[in-house]
């Protein structure tokens, strides 16, 4: 936080998170040392070195060749034990919200690179906060989330439908484990199909990770029939009737090949909605 320019600190800024209270925080809880220490004689603790890494995990998945802050906060996060997650929490943050909004915000800003003068290679373009991504209902969300962690595991420098729809799979949302299970839908036989139509990109990890204007496309229309369903927020349910919508996108022809087409998706939504 006290760094200020990075994306941690901005995301953290942008869920009113204050340096001030969080130094109050940490201080109330683990107190105030009596002596000075010298830098040589401070040394990490095997939780703090557990969050570095985490935070190199999450970079990878995330197809960042460097860690930056928000790898860092993603590591704190995603360790979900300690005093710093402890203090986020007691200032009204889950840590669910973090994570989200690390995403959001890496939509306006490049990732940070570890060399200096270096740059981003390309922007990583999402949704910031204020945006379309705000209107996602919490299941949608964490689907988008986990898309982006699809992509940057098959190391592939744009995420793409399939790996949203992929997210939709492995999602533990219950209204989709109903809907797959009306579809009849074997949901390790798409997932298997799945990753042959978007494998592992070979060679170094991308400089940056794109939503791309297909999956943009995508969330647009998502929105817009979760608009004409008389929802504020679009659902898990209307990010799978915006990938129906649009037939000749490989994902939706994958769910047409089982049996999931538009007009049966439509009707299973609709019905569910009554």
């Known amino acids: 936080m006290r760094e200020g320019e990075g994306v941690a600190a901005r995301a953290l800024d942008s869920l009113g998170v204050e340096l001030s209270k969080v130094r109050t925080a940490v201080e ?23 969050v570095i890494e985490l935070a190199i995990d999450e970079a990878r998945k995330l197809g960042h060749s460097h860690v930056g802050t928000e790898h860092l906060l993603l590591g704190l996060v995603r360790e979900g034990e ?34 200096a003068g270096a740059h981003a ?26 898309a982006f962690w699809e992509a940057g ?10 790996h949203l729809l992929l997210a939709l799979v492995r999602s533990d949302s ?23 139509a978007a494998p592992p990109r070979e060679g170094p990890p991308p400089a940056s990770l794109s939503l791309g204007t297909e999956l943009g496309a995508l969330i647009g229309r998502a929105l817009t029939r979760a608009a004409e369903r008389n929802s504020a927020l679009a659902r898990p349910e ?17 769910l047409a090949s089982l049996g999931a087409t538009r007009e049966r998706v439509r009707e299973i939504v609709d019905r569910k909605a009554r």
Not at 28 to 50: D, V, Y
Not at 86 to 105: D, F, P, Y
């Open 174 to 196: 219950a209204w989709l484990r109903r809907a797959w299970t009306d579809l009849a839908i074997d949901l390790e036989a798409l997932a298997t199909k799945l990753a042959a």
């Open 121 to 146: 290679g390309g922007p990583f373009t999402t949704f910031g906060a204020g945006g379309p991504i705000d209107r996602l209902d919490g299941d949608a969300n964490r689907a988008l989330a986990r």
């Open 28 to 50: 109330f809880t683990i107190g105030r040392g009596k002596a000075t220490t010298s830098p040589s004689e401070i040394t990490l603790s095997p939780r703090t070195k557990k």
């Open 82 to 115: 300690g005093i710093a997650s402890g203090v986020l929490e007691s200032l009204g943050v889950t840590l669910e919200k973090i994570r989200h909004q690390v995403i959001a915000t890496l939509g306006q800003h490049p990732p940070e690179r570890a060399a």
């Open 153 to 162: 595991r098959a190391n592939q420098d744009e995420i793409r439908t399939e």
């Open 238 to 254: 209307h990010l799978l009737l915006a990938i129906v919508d649009e037939p000749e996108s490989a994902a939706a022809k994958l």
